[in-house]
Antibody, heavy 119, light 107 residues
Framework: QVQLQQWGAGLVKPSETLSLTCVVEGESFIDYYWSWIRQAPGKGLEWVGEINHNGKTNYKPSLKSRLSISVDTSKRQISLKLSSVTAADTAVYYC?????????????WGQGTQVTVSS | SYVLSQPPSVSVAPGQTATISCEENNIGSKSVHWYQQKPGQAPILVIYYDRDRPSGIPERFSGSNSGNIATLTISRVEAGDEADYYCQVWDRSTDVVFGGGTTLTVL
């Protein structure tokens, strides 16, 4: 059974960089994309970006200039960095496993990390 | 861009059937997945590939997808089904897309 455990700084100052990490425990690390999804207070789910074990990334176009997602296969870790943050980046951030196919279901999720952007 | 439209809210009495729609032009050509999210919790997958249920999801949850509308149906609704529900598709040009979410209220 796969488990995703995530952590990162819960409070980030405006204009600084948000950093989160997700570690994958259990099943295979390859054959999947590892996605980041966020949810602003009282809002819906927003896909942020993803990476596979080969380092191939897909980013939400509106975040692409500020976003970096990396992978460390030896540690089974995925990391997200979002630079120049503003209050609009305040959200709960989730990592999730997406099947690498044209179907693209997200079948396992991390517990979520609340990130607040405030001075 | 791909925009999945869901009703903001659906209300149903216990024991009745709840229907939540997810609309987009020709959504029937894609595979639709549904997630349930309760307050303070991460979403969980309740329907995938339009109509399949992960292990542990009650048979009361079912899905369909045809034409311009996908539907999540919850039969014999219970108080514990009260949650937000999101539809989702993947497209090569738009990657992962979520619907706006529907709040299910059990009266």
């Amino acid at each position: 059974q796969v488990q995703l455990q995530q952590w990162g700084a819960g409070l980030v100052k405006p204009s600084e960089t948000l950093s989160l990490t997700c570690v994958v425990e259990g099943e295979s690390f390859i054959d999947y994309y590892w996605s980041w999804i966020r949810q602003a207070p009282g809002k819906g789910l927003e896909w942020v970006g993803e990476i596979n074990h080969n380092g191939k990334t897909n980013y939400k176009p509106s975040l692409k200039s500020r976003l970096s997602i990396s992978v460390d296969t030896s540690k089974r870790q995925i990391s997200l960095k979002l630079s120049s943050v503003t209050a609009a980046d305040t959200a709960v951030y989730y990592c999730a496993r997406r099947e690498d196919s044209s179907f693209g279901r997200l079948d396992h999720w991390g517990q979520g990390t609340q990130v607040t952007v405030s001075s | 861009s791909y925009v999945l439209s869901q009703p903001p809210s659906v209300s149903v009495a216990p024991g009745q059937t709840a229907t939540i729609s997810c609309e987009e032009n020709n959504i029937g050509s894609k595979s639709v997945h549904w997630y349930q999210q309760k307050p303070g919790q991460a979403p969980i997958l309740v329907i995938y590939y339009d109509r399949d249920r992960p292990s542990g999801i009650p048979e009361r949850f079912s899905g369909s997808n045809s034409g311009n509308i996908a539907t999540l149906t919850i039969s014999r609704v219970e108080a514990g089904d009260e949650a937000d529900y999101y539809c989702q598709v993947w497209d090569r040009s738009t990657d992962v897309v979520f619907g706006g979410g529907t709040t299910l209220t059990v009266l």
